[in-house]
């Protein structure tokens, strides 16, 4: 080996390059669609927390492109519904798929 710099140099080149690639999710989603389904799952849970019907620590709340999932578990028909409608009230919100099981 003639010149350990730029093996070492191209070596990390490599490795930035794998690890940049392992990072991608999809070419529709940006970073700031990341913060955007953070944004939007966090306003949902907190929502949900606030809200004297919902028990907002039983329900999971996941975002994916403004398309919010609500899963776990809830007491009544009535919590399950009213969890949705808060959701679809966030702005953001695209659309809700309500996975609550009722108990």
């Known amino acids: 080996m003639k010149n350990p710099i730029k093996y070492i140099g191209f070596m990390l080149i490599v490795l930035m390059a794998v690890l940049m690639l392992g990072c991608a999710d999809s070419p529709k989603r940006s970073a700031g669609g990341y913060v955007d389904d953070a944004w939007i799952s966090s306003k949902v849970k907190s929502s949900l927390l606030s809200d004297p019907l919902v028990s907002g620590t039983d329900v999971?709340?996941?975002?994916?492109?403004?398309?919010?999932?609500?899963?776990?578990?809830?007491?009544?028909?009535?919590?399950s519904e009213e969890a949705?409608?808060?959701?679809?009230?966030?702005?953001?919100?695209?659309?809700?798929?309500?996975?609550?099981?009722?108990?």
């Open 60 to 79: 999971e709340v996941n975002t994916y492109q403004g398309v919010v999932q609500l899963s776990g578990f809830v007491a009544t028909e009535e919590q």
């Open 84 to 103: 949705e409608k808060i959701t679809r009230s966030i702005k953001g919100v695209k659309d809700v798929e309500n996975r609550i099981t009722v108990k």
